[in-house]
């Protein structure tokens, strides 16, 4: 990508419009908002940044309070910009906006990425969309709203930099974040720790209800939409589960089901040292990373499972 050409398109241009993918993780809100931020502060322009949704936690970041949920028609942008997103299902109706834009980017960090927009900038040693863009942004124009936004995404992409993708970069980034004044307990205790009562509850079922396979290499749990709709909650609500799940003692994948409608489901696994889950992934239609990837998937939770666990064996054998 030519940043330069990108930056004096961004200069220029009368309407930017932002995107993160369907479903949206701690990284797509911050990297999101961070590219939000940053063009407010330097070029004083004000972006329409389009989510699925954003959880009320991520709302006291500047700009979480303007994220557009509806997808209204409306005229071309000239500058589009999709960003922590693999590929172009995983942008959802934003599609139409990128299609039709007069420059469409793509900023991400997924080593599935099919690189679905006129410029793309991948970088898969990123641990985040968000350390991605910091490193991008003109440190001078990081200002404390975009530096929370970008730290936020750090947090959530390594788990609080205990993830394998965590590098000295990754440290050193979140160390310039703090110099600019960001708490980080802060970030980390509200959107990452903190859960609600019932969502303990759901991590406390998951947990009980977990499965040992293939000699206690392979973990799975899943949660579905009765059992969701029992407790009031949704997809988005059962982040921290498969962190608990990878980290049984002996397991090497962890996989939970998640049912986001009758016989779909929202599929998340984690690796510790061997199986490249990003490749399980992408032959069922998602992407991701090589310890950290997901796809949708159809039928009872059974037949997903053994469709997995199948592929998972090839990798251990
Ligand atoms: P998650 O398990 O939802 O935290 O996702 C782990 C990683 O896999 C993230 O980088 C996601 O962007 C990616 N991922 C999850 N679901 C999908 C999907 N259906 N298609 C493509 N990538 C996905
Ligand atoms: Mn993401
Ligand atoms: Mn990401």
């Keep these: 990508m030519d940043l330069e050409k990108f930056w004096e398109n961004i200069e220029k241009a009368e309407s930017i419009g932002i995107t993160g993918h369907v479903n949206p993780d701690g990284d797509c809100i ?27 936690k991520f709302r006291f970041i500047n700009g979480g309070e303007d994220v557009i949920t509806d997808y209204p028609d409306r005229n071309t942008f000239d500058v589009f910009i999709a960003i922590d997103s693999g590929d172009l299902d995983r942008i959802g109706i934003a599609e139409k ?8 980017y793509c900023f991400d960090h997924h080593g599935t990425n099919t690189g679905y927009a006129q410029e793309n900038l991948i970088d898969p040693g990123a641990a985040a969309a968000a350390e991605l863009l910091a490193l991008l ?19 959530h992409d390594t ?13 050193e980034t979140a160390g310039m974040l703090l110099e600019k004044g960001v708490i980080s307990s802060e970030i980390i205790d509200k959107t990452f720790y903190e859960k609600t009562y019932i969502q303990n509850q759901v991590l406390g079922r998951c947990l009980m209800e977990s499965i040992l396979l293939m000699d206690g290499k392979v973990i799975v749990s899943y949660v579905s939409a009765e059992v969701q709709k029992l407790y009031g909650i949704s997809t988005t609500d059962m982040s921290g589960i498969i962190d608990q799940l990878r980290i049984t003692k002996g397991v090497e994948v962890a996989i939970l089901l998640k049912e986001s409608k009758k016989r779909e489901w929202f599929v998340s696994m984690r690796s510790n040292e061997i199986v490249d889950v990003s490749r399980i992934s992408v032959m069922f239609g998602g992407g991701g990373h090589i ?27």
């Design 159 to 171: 788990g609080v930099f205990k993830h394998s993708n965590t590098t000295r970069k990754t440290m």
């Design 97 to 104: 906006y990128l299609n039709a834009a007069k420059h469409s």
């Design 30 to 56: 911050g990297s999101c908002l961070a590219m939000y931020n940053y063009i407010l502060n330097k070029y004083n322009k004000k972006a329409e940044l389009f989510l699925e949704t954003i959880p009320a």
């Design 137 to 155: 942004f003109d440190e001078e124009y990081i200002d404390l709203n975009t530096a929370k936004a970008l730290y936020l995404g750090i947090v």
């Design 291 to 317: 310890r950290a990837a997901g796809c949708t998937m159809y039928g009872s939770a059974h037949d997903c499972i053994n469709s997995l666990t199948k592929e998972i064996e090839k990798q251990l054998i």
